[in-house]
């Protein structure tokens, strides 16, 4: 799932490529990726691009004051063409198109959703804040008023785990299942750990794994073409998805635990004083 770092770069792809063209044609093939109907999509031909931003871990392409918010959710993905096919586009595929934009010099780009697990959002909006999951966001991690005061008020009183709390996007936006294992990582810090029982140091030192964490991958990110953004982001990961292998810091062998709707990865030297996490889900299920 792309997350603030591929997104940003996302934005600053379309802004280079898509900002100062007309939007030539839009074609929906997944009607129901299209959350909204008022504006129309018909509205959009015609009008010209004036801007591409991200809210989170939504796109937001400007167009002439009607923006186009997209939501990549899991499986979704945007592809650029320099080229788009005359032919209309099917549907179907191991990539299935959900939605396609013709820019007027003929390029334009594809939003595409692998799998059956459909979650990929598109809204045409007058304003980015009229998509519920926009308006309800938390403050952007990348943002100077985010500092570690701010993060201390956050984690204040809250009785979640610290792994679910970094990954609610109503509390820290642009944060999902990967980033939050690297941000703690970092820190040292367990998945598990309780938010309200982070010390102050612990908070400091939480912010600054947060706002590096993210920043050096949206580093690593900007400038790559949209195609190469995900193998970027994989290659870049130093404990999300890499159960098994070595710990890149101390060695030990990454570990993997279940949360929530899916999976963490950690390192046990590193995060839990040497002590594997105790999989909840398996120990219910062994009893
Ligand atoms: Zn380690």
């Not at 499986?75 to 198109?97: M, Y």
């Not at 809250?158 to 970094?166: A, H, S």
Request: aromatic share 4%; net charge positive.
């Amino acid at each position: 799932m792309p997350e603030l770092p591929e997104v940003e770069a996302l934005a600053a792809f379309l802004r280079e490529r898509v900002v100062g063209h007309a939007v030539a044609r839009v074609d929906v093939l997944a009607i129901s990726a299209l959350k909204t109907y008022d504006p129309p999509v018909t509205a959009l031909p015609g009008l010209t691009v004036t801007g591409a931003a991200r809210h989170g871990k939504f796109l937001d392409l400007d167009v002439d004051g009607i923006h186009l918010v997209v939501h990549l959710a899991r499986a979704g993905w945007l592809r650029w063409r320099d080229e788009v096919p005359a032919k209309p586009a099917r549907p179907g595929g191991k990539n299935p198109l959900a939605l396609r934009v013709h820019l007027d010099d003929g390029s334009g780009f594809d939003l595409t959703e692998a799998g059956t697990k459909k979650g990929l959002a598109v809204y045409v909006v007058r304003d980015p804040n009229d998509v519920p999951g926009v308006a309800g966001l938390g403050p952007d991690p990348l943002d100077a008023s985010f500092t570690a005061d701010r993060l201390r008020e956050i984690v204040a009183g809250k009785r979640t785990r610290i792994k679910g709390l970094l990954r609610d996007q109503s509390v820290i936006a642009g944060i999902g299942n990967a980033y939050s294992d690297e941000v703690l990582h970092v820190a040292k810090v367990s998945p598990f750990k309780i938010a309200a029982t982070l010390t102050d140091d612990d908070v400091a030192t939480l912010h600054d794994a947060i706002v590096t964490t993210l920043r050096d991958a949206v580093g690593r990110s900007r400038g790559l073409e949209a195609q190469d953004l995900k193998g970027e982001k994989k290659t870049g990961l130093r404990v999300h998805g890499r159960k098994g292998e070595k710990c890149p810091v101390c060695g030990d062998t990454i570990r993997e635990v279940s949360f929530a709707d899916s999976a963490l990865q950690y390192c046990p030297t590193c995060q839990t004083g040497g002590k594997p996490l105790a999989d909840r889900r398996l120990s219910r299920l062994l009893k």
